[in-house]
């Protein structure tokens, strides 16, 4: 672990997690100012630049040889992403950002750190319902302290999944999605949406649904969660049912293997390409 002190490590990651949850409650119920990215979906307001300029800046100070791979610096430079095996840390300072335009609550702040491209440390704040979900690598999973342990579901038939529409809009990845959500409504007991992968992938830890899947998600939207879920007992892999690849833009995570393997045979697999 090149001498890094990874206790040192998460009060930094549970430090900055306060301070973006007291910006972005701070501002969640005022007028926000918007802009767009990649589609009329794909939204960014001045809280999210703000966030990460703030956690960009602790990290520096305390940090000043380490990585750091956030959405907002991402999309200015133009989406290119370069992950390394130098100490990382990998921030979406809102994701949810569409549910806080339209002060929905489910919105989240969302860290993860590497080393050597392997998920430490997670954390996932939910700061409107003050939800803090926490896991190191090989330590558990936990909400506000308690321990996190995902469900026992092994038939699709008796399973919640999670799904998004994303915000692409090109027709194509529209029409697939819609067809994968049907696929999902046809042979469970119900979908279900947050507007947050991070979220997404800490409910199937805490129980709150037995799979979540989505294409089309950026490495920042999902590292922190997937360590969680994995933490908690969840499967998480590629959607194909192969390895999970942070850069490829899919995820699949459910509460057993027998799940997981059950939905990926069932999907339209869409190659969103890499970060």
């Known amino acids: 672990m090149s001498g890094i002190d990874l206790e040192v490590i998460y009060g930094t990651a549970l430090e900055l997690a306060a301070k973006a949850g007291e910006m972005i409650r701070d501002a969640f119920w005022k007028e926000k100012s918007v802009d767009t990215k990649m589609s009329a979906a ?8 703000a966030v990460e300029s703030t956690v960009k800046a602790i990290i520096s100070a305390k940090y000043p040889n380490h990585k750091f791979i956030g959405e907002e610096t991402t999309a200015a430079a133009g989406n290119h992403c370069v992950w390394t095996d130098e100490p990382t840390w990998i921030i979406d300072p809102i994701d949810g950002t569409t549910n806080f335009v ?11 750190f590497t080393l050597n491209k392997q998920v430490v440390i997670g954390v996932v704040y939910a700061p409107i319902k003050d939800e803090l979900f926490t896991a190191k690598l090989n330590q558990g999973a936990f909400l ?8 026992k579901t092994k038939d699709i038939s008796k399973a919640v999944v999670i799904m998004e529409g994303g915000s692409s809009r090109d027709v194509d990845i529209v029409d697939k999605k819609i067809k994968n959500i049907y696929a999902m409504v046809s042979n469970s007991h119900g979908v279900r949406a947050y507007g947050s992968a991070a979220l997404n992938l800490s409910h199937i830890a805490a129980g709150r649904g037995d799979a979540y899947v989505e294409y ?7 590292i ?3 360590l969680i879920a994995k933490e908690a007992g969840a499967t998480v892999l590629d959607p194909t049912g192969s390895e999970l690849d942070y850069m490829h833009r899919r995820v699949l995570c459910a509460c057993t293997p027998e799940v997981a393997n059950q939905i ?11 970060d």
């Not at 794909?42 to 630049?49: F, K, N, R, S």
């Not at 339209?102 to 993860?112: N, R, Y």
């Not at 506000?144 to 469900?151: D, F, I, P, S």
């Open 144 to 151: 506000n302290g308690k321990k996190l342990t995902v469900n």
């Open 216 to 222: 089309g998600i950026h490495v920042w939207d999902f």
């Open 224 to 226: 922190a969660g997937a």
């Open 102 to 112: 339209h002060s929905i609550p489910e919105v989240t702040f969302s860290l993860g």
């Open 42 to 49: 794909d939204l960014v307001t001045e809280t999210d630049q």
């Open 264 to 274: 990926s045979e069932k999907l339209i697999h869409l190659d969103m390409g890499f």
